[in-house]
């Protein structure tokens, strides 16, 4: 960074920058500055598979699996968008059952992160060419090169 300051005083100096293409300049690095530090603290390789999301014809039939399989209970159940959503795991969920369609298709899975910030995350991606997008879940959520869903949240 001390470099790119270093060149827009030379420029200013030697009359090729104006006084406000470098004030513009300036506070662009400073901008950029703050969300570097804020990325700083984004940590992909602490990162593990917070829960899988799946679509399912038939919630009770799902559910019931779910237990007898893995001995797993009902975290929590929600509607959300005129979906109903069924959260199975421990004590947090590992598992979120989706009543819809196609059955069998994964909805999306997310990727917990410590220190999770939406700020951060939405910097952090963006510089890395993704488009985060929010919908009516929690974190944010980007797509892989072949449309999945991937779900970025804080850690549990």
Same mark, same amino acid.
Do not use: C
């Given at each position: 960074m001390e470099s790119?300051?270093?060149?827009?005083v030379t420029r200013f100096e030697k009359g090729s920058l104006s006084?406000?293409?470098?004030?513009?300049?300036?506070?662009?690095?400073?901008?950029?500055?703050?969300?570097?530090t804020a990325q700083e603290n984004i940590d992909f390789k602490a990162a593990n598979i917070d829960?899988?999301?799946?679509?399912?014809a038939d919630l009770?039939? =799902? @559910?019931?699996?779910? !237990?007898?399989?893995?001995?797993f209970t009902v975290v929590s159940q929600a509607e959300e968008g005129g979906v109903k959503i069924v959260?199975?795991?421990n004590t947090k969920t590992l598992v979120s059952l989706n009543h819809g369609g196609p059955p069998g298709t994964i909805d999306h899975y =997310? @990727?917990?992160?410590? !220190?999770?910030?939406?700020?951060s995350i939405t910097s952090y991606l963006t510089q890395r060419g993704a488009d985060?997008?929010?919908?009516?879940?929690a974190g944010l959520h980007v797509k892989d090169p072949d449309g999945v869903n991937v779900q970025i949240s804080s850690q549990t």
């Amino acid at each position: 960074m001390e470099s790119i300051i270093s060149n827009l005083v030379t420029r200013f100096e030697k009359g090729s920058l104006s006084r406000r293409e470098l004030v513009q300049g300036l506070a662009l690095l400073a901008a950029s500055g703050t969300a570097a530090t804020a990325q700083e603290n984004i940590d992909f390789k602490a990162a593990n598979i917070d829960h899988v999301s799946v679509q399912v014809a038939d919630l009770q039939r =799902s @559910i019931d699996f779910y !237990r007898k399989m893995f001995d797993f209970t009902v975290v929590s159940q929600a509607e959300e968008g005129g979906v109903k959503i069924v959260r199975l795991g421990n004590t947090k969920t590992l598992v979120s059952l989706n009543h819809g369609g196609p059955p069998g298709t994964i909805d999306h899975y =997310s @990727i917990g992160i410590p !220190r999770f910030s939406r700020e951060s995350i939405t910097s952090y991606l963006t510089q890395r060419g993704a488009d985060p997008l929010q919908g009516n879940f929690a974190g944010l959520h980007v797509k892989d090169p072949d449309g999945v869903n991937v779900q970025i949240s804080s850690q549990t």
